[in-house]
């Protein structure tokens, strides 16, 4: 099976085929660090963390990039407001933002850049595209992009450039040639940050940094760009231009965007304040719960937002916990036979990599752990399973959840026996109260145990318990 990637650029799913040969060279737009990130972004970051994984499995040498946009005019206002150097500010909330991706199992990448520290590549690739001719300095200290000297522009996004509208970002300038021509280098301003240049003190405008960054630390091409769906336009469209006017060549191979995370129709973001922090969520969710709420839909499908959504999650992922939680008693427990199920587990695997390999079908591929759990949990029940199977079958959840991210680690799915313990003694005094016939407070104890996840059962052996 060979993995295919669906391809924005041009619009259609393709064999991946890297530049070179076993490596890959990934760049995901990152945050702009003036507040801490929202469960939008976590979207984006778990999709890109989680291909980045399976990627390696795969066998790539995977150099992964993502950035911080440390310089811009959100961090500065927020910075005066709040008395403070933008870059402590844009600073603290890098630190809160590893803190937030920590608590959903990402991975970090191989490389954070800042624009901050890439002033001197930023201001060389300025130049090259000005010595090229397709960029302009104005009397202000600005240098804008000179967007009709590019033919295609729009090939991204699909758009044709007298339908398209100037970036709410750019602030129109009369000093421009076109009110399409976008900012490369922006003047400096009073009471703005600012560095040196060939055209005045000033600070770059908010896509260069990435064309640079990507030169940079990635090459002149790269095999796969990432980042959200809102950001096609105009970000990487004008990524595309800046970089196409200095190489002479494609940005990207594959262009790969995740769907947006909505709230009642429209996209979850800071401007729209419809908003809702990482930080805040995984006070009431576990990081295995997010995501798989992320992965559980395709990542280029738009995704409803809801703690009610993530209340299913919950309940859902909650069935694969407890096979799992089973499948380790039975590999201990279970009849000691030479059946090894090799049909499972090779069934399972062909169909579980078949769908990744599938325009990266996290979806599917977490359907055929369920399947596998309807499957499994029928034989333990009739003992038709042998405990090595079994143990061969936690072998491979545990492969695939390395990819995935939405168990618990090992030892942390394992019982020390508290819980043994303290169900011990609820059943215990429920069985004392229905003796004192205090039917309504037994029945409260079963009630908030099923809210759990855990069910009472009256059995001929006395009262047994199971999670559900």
């Not at 995704?303 to 039975?330: I, K, P, Q, V």
């Not at 499994?376 to 405990?387: C, F, I």
């Amino acid at each position: 099976m060979s993995l295919t990637i669906y391809n924005n650029l041009t619009k259609k799913k393709e064999e991946f085929i890297p530049i070179e040969e076993g490596k890959v060279k990934l760049y995901v737009c990152g945050v702009t660090v003036y507040d801490d990130i929202h469960m939008g972004h976590a979207r984006s970051i778990t999709v890109f963390d989680t291909l980045v994984r399976y990627l390696r499995y795969l066998g790539y040498d995977v150099t992964h990039v993502t950035n911080f946009t440390d310089v811009d005019d959100k961090i500065i206002n927020r910075a005066n407001k709040e008395g403070v150097d933008p870059l402590e500010l844009s600073a603290r909330y890098i630190d809160r933002y590893f803190t937030d991706t920590e608590s959903l199992g990402i991975r970090k990448a191989d490389l954070y850049p800042k624009a901050s520290e890439s002033m001197d590549e930023i201001v060389g690739m300025i130049e090259e595209i000005i010595a090229n001719g397709f960029a302009y300095p104005t009397k202000d200290g600005s240098v804008y992009f000179e967007v009709r000297k590019v033919k295609d522009y729009g090939k991204l996004s699909n758009q044709k450039l007298e339908n398209m509208e100037s970036s709410g970002r750019v602030v129109l300038d009369e000093q421009k040639k076109d009110p399409m021509d976008f900012a490369v280098w922006k003047g400096a301003k009073p009471g703005e940050c600012s560095w040196d240049s060939p055209w005045g003190k000033g600070r770059p405008g908010w896509h260069i940094e990435c064309s640079a960054m990507i030169r940079r630390h990635l090459g002149d091409k790269i095999d796969i760009h990432g980042g959200g769906s809102d950001l096609i336009f105009p970000h990487h469209e004008n990524e595309i231009l800046q970089t196409e006017a200095v190489t002479h060549d494609m940005l990207a191979n594959y262009w790969m965007h995740n769907g947006m995370l909505e709230v009642k129709d429209e996209k979850m973001s800071k401007s729209l304040n419809n908003f809702f922090r990482v930080r805040d969520v995984a006070k009431m969710f576990d990081g295995c719960t997010i995501r798989f709420y992320f992965l559980n839909t395709h990542y280029s499908s738009p995704l409803t937002y809801g703690e009610d959504m993530l209340s299913e999650a919950r309940s859902a992922l909650r069935r694969l916990r407890n096979n799992y939680a089973e499948l380790s008693d039975y590999s201990n427990n279970g009849p000691d036979t030479e059946d090894d199920r090799c049909d499972l587990l090779e069934s399972t695997r062909y169909k579980f990599l078949e769908a990744l390999n599938d325009d990266f079908n996290t979806s599917a591929a977490i359907e055929e752990l369920f399947q596998l759990a309807h499957s499994t949990n029928k034989l333990m029940a009739d003992r038709s399973l042998s405990k090595k199977a079994a143990g061969n079958i936690l072998k491979m959840i545990n492969e695939f959840n390395a990819i995935l991210g939405i168990l618990p680690g090992e030892d942390d799915m394992k019982d020390d026996g508290t819980t043994d313990a303290v169900m011990e003694v609820l059943m215990e005094l429920r069985k004392e109260l229905r003796a004192r016939k205090q039917y309504d407070l037994a029945d409260l104890i079963r009630a908030k145990l099923a809210e759990a996840g855990i069910t009472l059962e009256d059995s001929a052996d006395g009262m047994k318990w199971k999670k559900i």
